[in-house]
């Protein structure tokens, strides 16, 4: 058969599969970016969808939630403040320098009792929009009318709760949104209050802020007025205590001649004067002694030449070294005269003389230490005397003594305590009005414009990042339990046939008519002809015979079947063929009704039953295609099949065109299907693009014999080629895009 050369079959037919005679076994498919990217296009109506709504709830989130304003205010606490009053290094003010220290500050700034004095300086409880929010909170409705400037009446009414208790939950809601944090390791402390309103977060911070740098000075100055008024009546008792107590120890003193500051009577002092005047009169008395006693001795033994020391005076000293020459000149005079020498006798005669003298001087000498002696004993005895007569009165002092230390102890604790309070009232009084604060202001807090939360602009984007991953997800997930056909690559892989090509809707293609045969008339050349072309090499290479009869089928009604084996005919006969379309589907003859033929025409059913004569066949006014129509309904239980009259047909039909179509029924709901097909060269199974699953065409596969599996393939109708290259598929229409102009 002479055909054009582009409906020729190859030597080497294109996109065959390898079949085994195993079961088939689907490949696993690698997850590739680019197949990620398939899923999300081919469902992003389902990832634009979830991410619009995760964004609208997200805003309708946002506007549900409450308005929180934060305002904070900046206070360092002084460490060590300016000395205007005198005072010592002990009882100077030290401020927080520990970590625990810094905590108590901070924790006292938290506490309830300032929490109070913030409402009495601020005046909130009079306040009837903090009155709503303390005994009635904000509900998502007042939330959402808020956003819209509208203020639900009646909040604010406190009703029956009574004063004290609308206090309490106003201390509550004040400790509860306060935060107080240190900045960094400095003593730097940031105080910042959340709030409903903007004016008053900073009203509020700006108070806690005011009273902490404040109430330390306040309190201070409240203790010390308080202080020198305790002190100043205890310095006055005090003072009449300690008076009169050194008034008894005054008294007791001149009542018992006790003078002595350090309770020492005048008794014991004589007696201790008497002790030291009779041991130096005794001593005195016993060197007298010892001196006469010696001299005594001396002079007895050997005559006053001999006394010591002891008995000598001056004069005799004199006197002895008077002899002493003397005695020298005699020596050398009796030497060298006779005793009878004038010289010699007066030297002798002078010697004489002067030891004379010196038993006189000694004499006198011994007798002077005798009265010395004598006065000496005499005065110890005297001293001795007195000194036993003052015993006897310090005997009598003794127990004055002990009375007057109890006394004065009283006294001397008594003025002790009076000095103490009286310099703690004079610093107390120094100290007054010099106060200096634990604490500055350095920072004040100021209206914030916007609101901390919620943050508008972090919710739409966290709804957009979870509306993209939850769409993905849903679109991965759809996609992925989606078992229609999208391209070829689907249909081979998990049919496990091969893929004939896919005919676009001709709406989605350019250029178009208003029906796909009017596209095929009047575009020839356009890309729906193109693809029709496609499909019939495809199954000329299916067979590798030549493919004369070709049944085109379904597995369900709806597919477009019967408008493709149309458009095919209309194609081939386009292109110079002899071809004839049969419709076969005695129950719809979908085929039939559209070339609207009627029922007074003889078609099918009357070939069938009028065997040897001419098939009663129509040339389709726009081509040279020709059609068999069914114009006749088929009797009850006649089928076309039976007694081989159908093949007869078919073989007929086959000797006369170059090519037979067969508009098949569906092979699901009509089992005479299968025996149609056995008639044919090749079966065309048509599937409708994302719309029939692979469970319903494997259904029935199911039902068609080994035998003609082998030259089934699947035609892929009703392509939308607008979303056919967002699926990233490996078949021409995937391409589309790249090609759509050649058309035109």
């Known amino acids: 058969m002479n055909l054009p050369a582009i409906y020729e079959p190859q030597a080497r037919p294109p996109q065959l599969l390898h079949r085994d005679d195993g079961p088939y076994r689907e490949d696993e498919e690698a997850i590739?970016?680019?197949?990620?990217?398939?899923?999300?296009?081919?469902?992003?109506?389902?990832?634009?969808?979830?991410?619009?709504?995760?964004?609208?709830?997200?805003?309708?989130?946002?506007?549900?939630?409450?308005?929180?304003?934060?305002?904070?205010?900046?206070?360092?606490?002084?460490?060590?403040?300016?000395?205007?009053?005198?005072?010592?290094?002990?009882?100077?003010?030290?401020?927080?320098?520990?970590?625990?220290?810094?905590?108590?500050?901070?924790?006292?700034?938290?506490?309830?009792?300032m929490a109070g004095q913030v409402l009495d300086a601020t005046g909130l409880e009079r306040d009837a929009s903090f009155r709503g929010d303390i005994m009635d909170p904000r509900t998502l409705l007042d939330n959402i009318l808020g956003a819209l400037g509208v203020e639900r009446s009646g909040r604010g009414a406190t009703g029956a709760v009574g004063q004290g208790e609308l206090r309490e939950r106003a201390i509550t809601y004040l400790t509860k949104r306060i935060t107080v944090t240190r900045i960094g390791n400095s003593l730097n402390l940031r105080i910042g209050y959340l709030d409903l309103t903007p004016a008053r977060s900073a009203q509020i911070a700006n108070a806690y802020a005011r009273l902490y740098t404040l109430d330390d000075i306040r309190e201070r100055a409240e203790h010390s007025a308080e202080a020198a008024r305790t002190l100043r009546g205890k310095v006055d008792e005090l003072s009449r205590a300690s008076n009169a107590a050194f008034a008894k120890v005054q008294a007791y003193?001149?009542?018992?001649?006790?003078?002595?500051?350090?309770?020492?009577?005048?008794?014991?002092?004589?007696?201790?004067?008497?002790?030291?005047?009779?041991?130096?009169?005794?001593?005195?008395?016993?060197?007298?002694?010892?001196?006469?006693?010696?001299?005594?001795g001396q002079l007895r033994a050997g005559g006053a030449g001999n006394v010591g020391s002891a008995a000598s005076s001056p004069v005799v000293g004199s006197l002895i070294a008077q002899r002493t020459q003397l005695v020298a000149k005699e020596r050398e005079l009796s030497q060298r005269y006779f005793d009878d020498n004038p010289d010699l006798v007066t030297v002798r005669r002078q010697i004489g003389d002067v030891e004379r003298q010196i038993e006189a001087e000694v004499n006198r000498s011994v007798q002077g230490l005798a009265a010395e002696a004598g006065a000496s004993a005499q005065r110890l005895a005297s001293l001795l005397a007195s000194r036993n007569?003052?015993?006897?009165?310090?005997?009598?002092?003794?127990?004055?003594?002990?009375?007057?230390?109890?006394?004065?102890?009283?006294?001397?604790?008594?003025?002790?305590?009076?000095?103490?309070?009286?310099?703690?009232?004079?610093?107390?009084?120094?100290?007054?009005?010099?106060?200096?604060?634990?604490?500055?202001?350095?920072?004040?807090?100021?209206?914030?414009?916007?609101?901390?939360?919620?943050?508008?602009?972090l919710n739409l984007a966290l709804g957009f990042v979870v509306g993209l991953f939850a769409g993905a997800m849903l679109a991965i997930v759809s996609e992925i339990s989606y078992r229609g056909f999208t391209t070829m690559e689907d249909v081979e892989r998990r049919l496990g046939i091969q893929g004939l090509g896919s005919i676009p809707a001709f709406r989605s293609v350019h250029p178009h008519a208003g029906s796909p045969l009017e596209t095929v008339k009047e575009f020839p050349d356009g890309a729906f002809s193109e693809a029709l072309r496609n499909v019939i090499v495809s199954v000329r290479h299916l067979s590798g015979s030549g493919s004369r009869v070709i049944a085109m089928t379904s597995a369900i009604p709806g597919e477009g079947k019967s408008t493709l084996s149309a458009c095919l005919g209309r194609s081939l006969a386009s292109a110079g063929e002899r071809v004839i379309v049969v419709d076969c589907d005695v129950i719809r003859a979908q085929?039939?009704?559209?070339?609207?033929?009627?029922?007074?025409?003889?078609?099918?059913?009357?070939?069938?039953?009028?065997?040897?004569?001419?098939?009663?066949?129509?040339?389709?006014?726009?081509?040279?295609?020709?059609?068999?129509?069914?114009?006749?309904?088929?009797?009850?239980?006649?089928?076309?099949?039976?007694?081989?009259?159908?093949?007869?047909?078919?073989?007929?039909?086959?000797?006369?065109?170059?090519?037979?179509?067969?508009?098949?029924?569906?092979?699901?709901?009509?089992?005479?299907?299968?025996?149609?097909?056995?008639?044919?060269?090749?079966?065309?199974?048509?599937?409708?693009?994302?719309?029939?699953?692979?469970?319903?065409v494997k259904a029935a596969m199911r039902l068609l014999s080994s035998r003609y599996l082998k030259d089934l393939g699947v035609v892929l109708n009703k392509v939308d080629m607008a979303k056919q290259v967002r699926f990233g598929g490996d078949d021409a229409a995937s391409f589309y895009k790249q090609y759509a102009g050649y058309y035109q």
């Open 32 to 113: 590739t970016m680019r197949l990620l990217w398939a899923m999300l296009s081919r469902r992003r109506e389902v990832v634009v969808l979830t991410l619009a709504l995760c964004v609208v709830l997200a805003l309708v989130f946002t506007t549900a939630q409450p308005r929180i304003y934060a305002a904070s205010a900046d206070v360092v606490m002084i460490t060590g403040a300016a000395q205007v009053a005198p005072d010592d290094a002990e009882a100077t003010r030290e401020g927080p320098t520990r970590p625990e220290e810094v905590e108590t500050q901070m924790q006292l700034i938290r506490s309830r009792e």
């Open 253 to 296: 003193r001149v009542a018992h001649g006790l003078i002595s500051s350090a309770a020492t009577g005048l008794t014991e002092q004589e007696i201790s004067t008497y002790n030291q005047q009779v041991a130096s009169a005794r001593a005195q008395a016993a060197r007298d002694a010892a001196s006469l006693a010696s001299a005594q």
């Open 389 to 457: 007569g003052t015993r006897a009165q310090l005997s009598l002092d003794n127990t004055a003594l002990v009375e007057l230390a109890d006394l004065e102890k009283k006294a001397d604790a008594a003025q002790l305590l009076y000095r103490n309070y009286l310099e703690q009232l004079n610093k107390v009084v120094a100290g007054t009005g010099t106060e200096q604060p634990a604490a500055r202001l350095i920072s004040a807090a100021s209206v914030p414009s916007g609101p901390v939360t919620p943050n508008l602009a």
């Open 591 to 696: 085929l039939s009704r559209m070339f609207g033929f009627q029922e007074s025409e003889p078609g099918l059913m009357e070939a069938l039953h009028a065997q040897g004569t001419d098939i009663a066949c129509y040339e389709e006014p726009e081509s040279t295609m020709r059609i068999v129509p069914i114009t006749s309904a088929v009797a009850k239980g006649e089928r076309l099949t039976e007694r081989g009259r159908f093949a007869r047909i078919v073989e007929r039909l086959r000797a006369e065109y170059d090519v037979v179509i067969l508009d098949c029924p569906p092979i699901l709901p009509i089992a005479e299907t299968r025996e149609i097909i056995a008639s044919a060269d090749a079966a065309v199974l048509v599937v409708s693009w994302r719309k029939t699953t692979d469970r319903v």
